[in-house]
């Protein structure tokens, strides 16, 4: 392999240099290495997928917009239409009413935004100490700034040095440990509580029974905002536009990305909810002076329109409930083998296969020898701690789903007889 100049995100370069997979091509559920082999995306990429690859409309909406308006900025008064259509279309798809979309470049984008903006909305009501941001354990916000010091996954704050102050974290799986903060620390500090409504990148983690629901109530009562951090469980990963609506929970504030563009061009956002907005909308207003260049970037919001409009004529948002029985049976049936301890799946097409905790101990490299067995039988899937998710494209069809499965019977089988 010859050495490459790109340095890959989250990947220890001197094994990468040794070994990649290069990607030339996509269509539907399936992508192509460059000798030509097909894959089953089993991840949809990076969760993102969820229309599937090679869609001519988004392909044609984008050239389309180019052609007309490629790129200008929407700071202060300048905008442009596709901007303000999907800023309308998202709105009207969110549980909050009246709500406002801020489009940035992405996810980490997206969680750096709501970060700051809960601070300063709390400053405009004359509250500034109201600057405490709580995430929990295992949780994953992005790399950025904000995100990374919010991150409960202890690798991914690790030798960065001082990171943002008043941060704090909860135990992922107990509501009243915020309840608990809260009373340590004086609910009147707590400015937002930022909640993905199934934990992704941290091993997908499925909330008990009532735990987002509590949170919503516990944040009422100290004042804080609830964050729901939608950016892997959005645009029907749960079954929903955004996610917390399995729960009957309306959040102050929702980060998205992902999906909303199915990842043909990279959009991130947080829809607003109309009392957050207010003070910066109505009577004398007041200016957010934050954004990414891109912000409302015309070819991505052409290219979310496109894949908002796939999603309704083609009915794909519900797919994320209908498949996730099949998805999570597909995935019980790994427990067969004596590597596996644990499935977590069933609340969305998402899903993960705990590793056993000693065989990671003796064989530290299991996780990535599961990873090529299933990539030698052609199936993608992505490890993630101690675990190997998978999260297929919302047009996955129940055959493929079974095909998970059966190369994870036998890639297990073949790992677990490994020395």
């Known amino acids: 392999m010859t050495e490459t100049a790109f340095w890959h995100p989250f990947a220890n370069m001197a094994d990468v240099t040794r070994s990649r997979l290069t990607i030339t091509e996509a269509s539907g559920n399936y992508v192509y290495d460059d000798s030509g082999r097909q894959y089953l995306d089993a991840t949809a990429s990076l969760w993102y997928a969820n229309v599937g690859h ?3 409309e988004i392909a044609e909406a984008i050239g389309a917009q180019a052609g007309k308006l490629a790129a200008y900025s929407t700071f202060a008064d300048m905008t442009n239409e596709p901007a303000e259509l999907l800023a309308a279309k998202v709105a009207a798809r969110s549980p909050m009413p009246g709500s406002k979309v801020f489009f ?7 969680i750096d935004t709501a970060a700051k903006l809960a601070r300063r909305y709390f400053h405009e009501l004359g509250h500034p100490e109201r600057q405490i941001l709580v995430s929990r354990q295992d949780s994953y916000h992005g790399t950025h700034g904000f995100g990374t010091s919010l991150a409960g996954m202890p690798a991914n704050r690790a030798g960065y040095g001082d990171l943002i102050n008043s941060v704090a974290q909860i135990e992922r799986d107990n509501p009243e440990d915020l309840a608990a903060l809260a009373e340590n620390i004086g609910g009147e500090h707590i400015a937002a509580v930022f909640v993905e409504p199934v934990i992704g990148a941290g091993g997908v983690h499925l909330p008990p029974p009532g735990y987002i629901e509590r949170i919503r109530e516990i944040c009422t009562s100290i004042g804080a905002l609830l964050v729901i951090d939608s950016v892997i469980c959005g645009f029907g990963r749960l079954g929903e536009w955004f996610g917390p609506e399995r729960f009957g ?21 947080v829809v607003v909810s109309r009392e957050i907005s207010a003070p910066f909308f109505e009577g004398k207003g007041a200016a957010f002076r934050h954004g990414p260049t891109y912000a409302g970037h015309p070819l991505a919001c052409a290219a979310g329109l496109a894949n908002l409009e796939i999603m309704e004529r083609e009915d794909l948002i519900p797919r994320g409930r209908t498949l996730e029985g099949t998805l999570a049976e597909a995935l019980n049936s790994t427990l067969d083998s004596p590597i596996i301890s644990e499935v977590r799946a069933g609340l969305g097409l998402l899903g993960a296969i705990e590793v056993e905790a000693e065989v990671l101990r003796e064989r530290p490299a299991t996780l990535g020898r599961i990873q090529m067995a299933m990539r030698e039988r052609g199936v993608l899937v992505r490890p993630l701690l101690s675990s190997i998710a998978v999260s297929p494209p919302l047009t996955v069809t129940e055959a493929e789903i079974e095909r998970i499965s059966s190369a994870f019977a036998d890639s297990l089988k073949q790992v677990a007889a490994e020395s």
């Open 54 to 56: 090679g869609r001519k």
């Open 104 to 110: 940035v470049s992405g996810g980490g984008d997206a």
């Open 249 to 269: 929970v309306v959040p102050d504030m929702i980060s998205f990305a992902k999906g909303i563009t199915s990842g043909y061009v990279p959009l991130g956002g």
